[in-house]
């Protein structure tokens, strides 16, 4: 029986020596400690050296460990409670060691007989687990210094983690925020927001994407809204490939989120005066031309006419083109205004009169091709439009009527107006050569478009009305028979 006792204990000894695990023991009746063998070269020591208890607890280092050690083996003494703690030692070389050493009592009519336990050398996992958490600590001192607030979740459970600048991001402290979960961030977060974050954590959820990302409001202490960049990834699964834990950060974008819109609002601006000037040019270099050209037919008509009656008529027509012309250029001077958008531009205009003054500017052009210009607006109708506009759509309408009519007929251009729920519908009817919109539909209101062998078809003036119309918040129709004649339907908003 002690042959078998003495083997069991030799095959225990082995054991511990290939897992580099010593063991001890402290008989409280002897007084005396005995140490394995791998115990004596943890600590650096020969094979015959022979501990006691005050030389044992002088070999654990001075401050912490030690009195760590001291107070576990007084609890076990006392109340019979083990310990497992790592604590460093110096060994016999002056070598320091951290180490992990477990205790365990045996007691016998309420006093402890016996102390036992094992002692390892744990060098190599401490460095490790040191690394890490001087790795954590570094990290933890960029995001505080970078401003980041940071968040934990169990998703399956709704367990959230914040740390306190997530908390002092949105006005708050963690304390005042008690208890936290992730009904906390649903709580502050934008209804609309939360609605297209849910949208893309799932899509994280389902790995569609490596990760979460997202720019939201939140409502500040103070009553605010705050825009944060929040993003995430989902560090852990389950069995079953669900997202368990996710880690991700917050950062405070207000300044930029504030910046972008301001930035916004001055290309919209921009925008909105390159537009503004891009329609002054094309009046100036297309719909003046159109005023200097009929007022240069009505001179020629003027100097060619041997009748004083119909010279006066026609330097009287001049008289009025010539008004026009001014009236026009005022109109384009109202355009370089900086501080006026086009809504701002925008007047109620009796369209009778503004039809009549555009028949006027053309009425040298359309006498030389022989066309009847009818005005059939009536003189209570009006229409809200930019004046240099709706000059610029009536020119070009009739100029372009007058230019493609029909020489082997005779032409007319028939204009009319009528009115739905919500715009003022011109009309501008001919019966000139026409359009073939099956070959030229897509191309109608083009820049630089022509659709007759014309010299003098530039390709502007179909464009500069689309542009306008619809930069007053309308549109142009057009409908075309070849050889019959064409309408051309602009709606301006009421």
Same mark, same amino acid.
């Given at each position: 029986?002690?042959?078998?006792?003495?083997?069991?204990?030799?095959?225990?000894?082995?054991?511990?020596?290939?897992?580099?695990?010593?063991?001890?023991?402290l008989d409280f009746a002897t007084q005396v400690p005995i140490w394995s063998?791998?115990?004596?070269?943890?600590?650096?020591?020969d094979e015959s050296f022979g501990p006691n208890l005050e030389t044992a607890?002088?070999?654990?280092?001075?401050?912490?460990?030690?009195?760590?050690?001291?107070?576990?083996?007084?609890?076990?003494?006392?109340?019979?409670?083990?310990?497992?703690?790592?604590?460093?030692?110096?060994?016999?070389?002056?070598?320091?060691?951290?180490?992990?050493?477990?205790?365990?009592?045996?007691?016998?009519?309420?006093?402890?007989?016996?102390?036992?336990?094992?002692?390892?050398?744990?060098?190599?996992?401490?460095?490790?687990?040191?690394?890490?958490?001087?790795?954590?600590?570094?990290?933890?001192?960029?995001?505080?210094?970078?401003?980041?607030?940071?968040?934990?979740?169990?998703?399956?459970?709704?367990? *959230?983690?914040?740390?306190?600048?997530?908390?002092?991001?949105?006005?708050?402290?963690?304390?005042?925020?008690?208890?936290? =979960?992730?009904?906390?961030?649903?709580?502050?977060?934008?209804?609309?927001?939360?609605?297209?974050?849910?949208?893309?954590?799932?899509?994280?959820?389902?790995?569609?994407?490596?990760?979460?990302?997202?720019?939201?409001?939140?409502?500040?202490?103070?009553?605010?809204?705050?825009?944060?960049?929040?993003?995430?990834?989902?560090? =852990?699964?389950?069995?079953?490939?669900?997202?368990?834990?996710?880690?991700?950060?917050?950062?405070?974008?207000?300044?930029?989120?504030?910046?972008?819109?301001?930035?916004?609002?001055?290309?919209?601006?921009?925008?909105?005066?390159?537009?503004?000037?891009?329609?002054?040019?094309?009046?100036?270099?297309?719909?003046?031309?159109?005023?200097?050209?009929?007022?240069?037919?009505?001179?020629?008509?003027?100097?060619?006419?041997?009748?004083?009656?119909?010279?006066?008529?026609?330097?009287?027509?001049?008289?009025? /083109?010539?008004?026009?012309?001014?009236?026009?250029?005022?109109?384009?001077?109202?355009?370089?205004?900086?501080?006026?958008?086009?809504? /701002?531009?925008?007047?109620?205009?009796?369209?009778?009169?503004?039809?009549?003054?555009?028949?006027?500017?053309?009425?040298?052009?359309?006498?030389?091709?022989?066309?009847?210009?009818?005005?059939?607006?009536?003189?209570?109708?009006?229409?809200?439009?930019?004046?240099?506009?709706?000059?610029?759509?009536?020119?070009?309408?009739?100029?372009? /009527?007058?230019?493609?009519?029909?020489?082997?007929?005779?032409?007319?251009?028939?204009?009319?107006?009528?009115?739905?729920?919500?715009?003022?519908?011109?009309?501008?009817?001919?019966?000139?050569?026409?359009?073939?919109?099956?070959?030229?539909?897509?191309?109608?209101?083009?820049?630089?478009?022509?659709?007759?062998?014309?010299?003098?078809?530039?390709?502007?003036?179909?464009?500069?009305?689309?542009?306008?119309?619809?930069?007053?918040?309308?549109?142009?129709? /057009?409908? =075309?028979?070849?050889?019959?004649?064409? *309408?051309?339907?602009?709606?301006?908003?009421?």
């Amino acid at each position: 029986m002690n042959h078998l006792a003495e083997e069991s204990l030799w095959l225990a000894e082995k054991a511990n020596e290939v897992a580099n695990i010593g063991y001890w023991e402290l008989d409280f009746a002897t007084q005396v400690p005995i140490w394995s063998k791998v115990t004596k070269a943890i600590h650096e020591l020969d094979e015959s050296f022979g501990p006691n208890l005050e030389t044992a607890i002088l070999f654990y280092k001075e401050g912490e460990s030690r009195d760590a050690i001291s107070k576990a083996i007084e609890k076990a003494i006392e109340l019979g409670e083990g310990y497992d703690l790592d604590v460093q030692i110096i060994t016999q070389r002056g070598n320091e060691k951290w180490v992990r050493t477990i205790g365990q009592t045996i007691f016998e009519n309420g006093k402890c007989k016996k102390l036992f336990g094992t002692f390892q050398d744990i060098g190599k996992r401490k460095k490790i687990e040191l690394a890490l958490q001087s790795e954590k600590l570094r990290n933890e001192y960029i995001i505080l210094s970078s401003g980041l607030g940071t968040w934990e979740w169990n998703v399956q459970t709704g367990e *959230t983690i914040f740390n306190e600048k997530w908390a002092e991001i949105i006005g708050y402290t963690l304390q005042e925020l008690s208890p936290i =979960s992730i009904r906390t961030w649903e709580q502050f977060v934008h209804p609309k927001d939360l609605e297209e974050s849910n949208k893309q954590l799932q899509k994280c959820f389902d790995g569609l994407s490596p990760y979460y990302e997202m720019e939201v409001r939140m409502k500040h202490k103070n009553g605010n809204w705050i825009w944060i960049y929040d993003r995430g990834m989902v560090i =852990s699964r389950t069995n079953e490939n669900l997202p368990l834990l996710m880690f991700g950060i917050h950062q405070d974008i207000t300044k930029r989120k504030n910046a972008e819109t301001e930035l916004f609002g001055i290309l919209s601006l921009l925008k909105s005066q390159n537009i503004k000037f891009k329609n002054y040019s094309h009046i100036v270099n297309h719909n003046l031309r159109s005023h200097a050209g009929n007022i240069q037919r009505l001179l020629e008509l003027a100097l060619d006419s041997d009748e004083n009656m119909e010279k006066e008529e026609l330097l009287t027509f001049t008289k009025t /083109a010539s008004k026009n012309l001014l009236d026009t250029i005022g109109n384009l001077s109202k355009m370089t205004n900086e501080n006026e958008d086009i809504s /701002a531009q925008l007047e109620n205009l009796a369209l009778f009169e503004v039809i009549k003054k555009a028949i006027e500017n053309v009425i040298g052009l359309a006498n030389k091709a022989e066309v009847i210009i009818e005005n059939n607006i009536l003189e209570s109708q009006n229409i809200k439009a930019v004046p240099a506009f709706l000059d610029s759509i009536v020119l070009n309408l009739l100029t372009n /009527a007058i230019k493609y009519c029909a020489p082997e007929r005779s032409s007319y251009i028939k204009i009319s107006a009528e009115e739905d729920k919500d715009f003022v519908i011109l009309s501008v009817t001919d019966n000139g050569i026409g359009i073939d919109l099956q070959k030229y539909g897509d191309k109608l209101f083009g820049m630089y478009q022509t659709f007759h062998k014309k010299k003098e078809s530039r390709g502007i003036g179909l464009f500069l009305t689309k542009t306008q119309i619809e930069t007053m918040g309308g549109y142009i129709e /057009a409908e =075309s028979i070849i050889n019959v004649g064409s *309408t051309f339907k602009v709606f301006f908003k009421k």
